[in-house]
């Protein structure tokens, strides 16, 4: 491990696919082609990045990986979840092909979530799986995406309905990225954060009730809490690495939040749409009598807290066609991830009417009131 990676944090990941681990810290950029080496060895290395996140950081990739002995090829695609679709993903494979990657090549994803995923499902595509190290800028990637090995692409049906689960040999996660990204962006990424407290840690929660999270902050701080959300979602992963049971918790918020973005034609951030979701199930969990009395106003204020929404007027109708079009949907039920408390959290099965009954008593509530 390099001595210049400053306020090292190092979360390791069991699977049954493989162990890998996660480094959070500072300075880790420049570590990518040694870290890369050590964890995965091989002869060619291409990176995945897009339009926002290569002028700023390519460089520094690339230059690492050839110090460490790699040929080194890149491509930067359009930023945007718009672009995570299949002639995006078919100019990467082509690009891998023409590159002359074999299976000793690794992939290296740089960049958000977007990049996340399609960078690694096309190695989880190209000669039937080459490795891919997750390298994410974004909170929402460090603390979500980069980590658990789902990977996919966007189709007109709906968003990640092809894809793979295919774990990353190496995460790294340079908590310095944050300080460049849209403050939108970053506060998008607080949703997971959020939700990861909701789930399982009642003193993250009320640490981020209390402060709100800052790009600029300090650099350990960041570090600590990136590396408390990776260590929340490896629980998860490990005990259930396709999401056959426990990780469905991961959806908590998200299937009003699925529903939100969609019918937001996409325009409001994820992690925004998250926050959104967590709340009105909260308060629709208050109200059927699925929580503790109080709930709803705690994570109600932890989220403005954090600056994120905690309502939508959008018409509930729309919200519940949107719902129950949701890929998680068994049959004529969907699976609801409800707290019952903070870090006490329950798998539902509900109707279709009992989806819109949660619509209806979580979301707009504050039209309602007024
Ligand atoms: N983002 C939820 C999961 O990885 O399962």
Redesign the pocket.
Known sequence: MSKNTDNLQVIKVITRERPYDVLVGSNLLDQVGTEVRTAVGGDAAFVVTDTNVGPLYLRRVEQSLADAGYRTVSITIPAGEQHKRLDTFGTIVEAMAEAGLTRSSVVVALGGGVVGDMAGFAAASYMRGVCVVQVPTSLLAMV??SV?G?TAIDLDAGKNLVGAFHQPSLVLADVGCLSTLHPDVFVDGIGEVVKHAVLADADLFDELAAHPLSQDGDPAYLARIVARNVEIKRNVVAADER?LGL?QT??LGHTIGHAVEAASDFKLGHGHCVAIGLCAVARAAEGLGWCEPGLSTRIERCVEAQGLPIDTDLPHEMLLSFAVRDKKRRASHVNLVVARDIADVDIRSVSVEELARVIELGCASALRRS
């Open positions: 979500d995406s658990g789902k999401e990780r991961l959806n």
